[in-house]
């Protein structure tokens, strides 16, 4: 596990195609392509996902499972946004269905 101040997640952009294509090389799998997410550790690069179709590439020399993980979480609250941008539905979504009936009706 790693301390929160120890890992960055961030969206990927043009000038990380090198350290993708890197990654890519040393985990022996194909580049990922669409929207990435990347995962750096203590400022480098170690682990990067696909939000098209969930891909993971990582260094292997690196303990990244729990840096990946992190990564999965992020990646659904970034497709829950898209989905449903408004905080406030996102929250009554994760209601119980009588509880939310009751709000919609106006009860109290």
Do not use: K
């Not at 194909?30 to 995962?39: D, E, Y």
């Not at 690069?45 to 990582?58: G, H, M, N, Y």
Request: charged share 20%; aromatic share 4%.
């Amino acid at each position: 596990m790693y301390a929160a101040n120890s890992y960055v997640l961030r969206l990927a952009n043009e000038a990380d195609a090198p350290e993708l294509t890197r990654l890519a090389a040393l985990d022996s799998r194909a580049p990922l392509t669409g929207s990435i997410l990347i995962g750096e550790l203590h400022g480098e690069p170690a682990a990067a996902l696909s939000l098209t179709d969930d891909r993971v590439i990582a260094d292997p020399f690196r303990p990244t499972a729990h840096l990946v993980t992190t990564m999965r979480r992020r990646a659904g609250g970034l497709r829950a946004v898209e989905h449903m941008p408004s905080l406030r539905d996102r929250l009554l979504a994760g209601l119980p269905p009588s509880y939310r009936a009751r709000l919609a009706g106006g009860g109290a």
